[in-house]
């Protein structure tokens, strides 16, 4: 009897022991929080990287908020309300040059072009730009890189922005395409996937991509405080790592596939749709190899704020940008 109480002792310490191994093993997971500056396909490898479970496996629980513009997702950095920050990287430029102590670094580059497209109301065959002199178009925030990119184009194309055609800049991000339905503005500048909705409605007509026209911009990277990153570094080493294999993902996959791996984050877009959207991003090679944020990358992101007036003078480099981690990442480490 005695022999039996002894062996049903050792089951019952063995199953604590594994339980509790079990429960420290999910315990072991860094709760993040990650607010993004809009939740679009444009930004595939992320998804694919959260679908896939490499965040995860780097021991990372992540959360995903939706910030709705750069404006408000640094705002949420500097409050404690989001761990990592995910939006265009003048935001960042903008709270250095204010002289915040705690300003935020960033450490990946997701996006080489430009996300957004011209939409017309009507077809327009062989656009140019010049097309746009004395029209109304819907822009998007002075100082945000969308509109900014916007007028760095129609410079580019001979256009002066204030003065050639009308840029109506105030509706709210991600409300656009709505206003746009409801008669406001000759032309708007979209994300997608309002863009493909909007021309799926008849409501309008992709004539330009933005991302094309305006060559290769460090157009959104993830950054947080210089105090998040001394203190977590193997979260932000962890995380650059999922972000890498997310990027590896779409490079070495088809659209189809990418589409398949996404779609549960875009449950209200068909799958056909999505299909459609990342077909566009893949072919005008928007994302990058790695997540190096190159010093070239980051002069000419300088080079547009302080054309729009943004900014007067330049910040430094090395206080804004660490690619220690993308690097490693790139290598394998």
């Given at each position: 009897m005695?022999?039996i109480?002894?062996?049903l002792?050792?089951?019952?310490?063995?199953?604590?022991?594994?339980?509790?191994?079990?429960?420290?093993?999910?315990?072991?997971?860094?709760?993040?929080?990650?607010?993004?500056?809009a939740?679009?396909?444009f930004?595939?490898?992320?998804?694919?990287?959260?679908?896939?479970?490499?965040?995860?496996?780097?021991?990372i629980?992540?959360?995903?908020?939706?910030?709705?513009?750069?404006?408000?997702?640094?705002?949420?950095l500097?409050?404690?309300?989001?761990?990592?920050?995910?939006?265009?990287?003048?935001?960042?430029?903008?709270?250095?040059?204010?002289?915040?102590?705690?300003?935020?670094?960033?450490?990946?580059?997701?996006?080489?072009?430009?996300g957004?497209f011209?939409?017309?109301?009507?077809?327009?065959?062989?656009?140019?730009?010049?097309?746009?002199?004395?029209?109304?178009?819907?822009?998007?925030r002075?100082?945000?890189?969308?509109?900014m990119?916007f007028?760095?184009?129609?410079?580019k194309?001979?256009?002066?922005?204030?003065?050639?055609?009308?840029?109506?800049?105030?509706?709210?991000?991600?409300?656009?395409?709505?206003?746009?339905?409801?008669?406001?503005?000759?032309?708007?500048?979209?994300?997608?996937?309002?863009a493909?909705?909007?021309?799926?409605?008849?409501e309008g007509?992709?004539?330009a991509?933005?991302?094309?026209?305006?060559g290769?911009v460090p157009?959104?990277?993830?950054?947080?405080?210089k105090e998040?990153?001394?203190?977590?570094?193997?979260?932000?080493?962890?995380?650059?790592?999922?972000l890498?294999?997310g990027?590896?993902?779409?490079?070495?996959?088809?659209?189809?596939?990418?589409?398949?791996?996404?779609?549960?984050?875009?449950?209200?877009?068909?799958?056909?749709?999505?299909?459609?959207?990342?077909?566009?991003?893949?072919e005008?090679?928007?994302?990058?190899?790695?997540?190096?944020?190159?010093?070239?990358?980051?002069?000419?992101?300088?080079?547009?704020?302080?054309?729009?007036?943004?900014?007067?003078?330049?910040?430094?480099?090395?206080?804004?940008?660490?690619?220690?981690?993308?690097?490693?990442?790139?290598?394998?480490?």
């Amino acid at each position: 009897m005695k022999k039996i109480t002894a062996i049903l002792l050792v089951l019952v310490l063995v199953t604590s022991v594994i339980i509790s191994g079990c429960g420290k093993s999910e315990n072991n997971l860094k709760k993040v929080t990650l607010n993004e500056v809009a939740h679009s396909i444009f930004y595939a490898p992320q998804y694919v990287a959260i679908e896939n479970g490499y965040f995860e496996e780097e021991g990372i629980d992540l959360t995903l908020v939706t910030g709705f513009g750069a404006d408000k997702v640094m705002s949420a950095l500097v409050a404690g309300e989001a761990d990592i920050g995910f939006a265009g990287a003048e935001a960042s430029v903008y709270l250095y040059s204010e002289g915040a102590s705690d300003y935020a670094v960033n450490f990946a580059q997701l996006t080489q072009r430009a996300g957004n497209f011209l939409v017309s109301r009507e077809p327009v065959e062989n656009f140019s730009w010049d097309m746009l002199k004395g029209k109304e178009v819907l822009g998007g925030r002075a100082g945000g890189m969308p509109e900014m990119v916007f007028e760095y184009i129609l410079k580019k194309n001979g256009l002066n922005p204030k003065e050639d055609l009308q840029i109506d800049q105030s509706i709210d991000f991600g409300s656009t395409a709505a206003a746009f339905s409801g008669g406001q503005g000759e032309f708007t500048v979209e994300f997608e996937p309002s863009a493909t909705a909007l021309e799926s409605a008849g409501e309008g007509y992709v004539v330009a991509s933005l991302g094309v026209d305006s060559g290769y911009v460090p157009y959104t990277a993830y950054c947080t405080t210089k105090e998040y990153m001394e203190e977590n570094e193997n979260v932000v080493a962890g995380f650059t790592k999922a972000l890498q294999r997310g990027m590896e993902y779409v490079n070495t996959h088809t659209p189809e596939e990418i589409a398949a791996v996404i779609a549960p984050q875009f449950e209200e877009t068909d799958i056909e749709t999505i299909e459609k959207i990342v077909t566009r991003y893949y072919e005008q090679e928007t994302w990058k190899n790695n997540l190096i944020f190159e010093e070239s990358s980051f002069d000419l992101l300088q080079n547009i704020l302080m054309d729009a007036g943004e900014l007067t003078e330049p910040v430094p480099y090395d206080k804004l940008i660490n690619t220690r981690f993308a690097e490693d990442a790139a290598n394998g480490k």
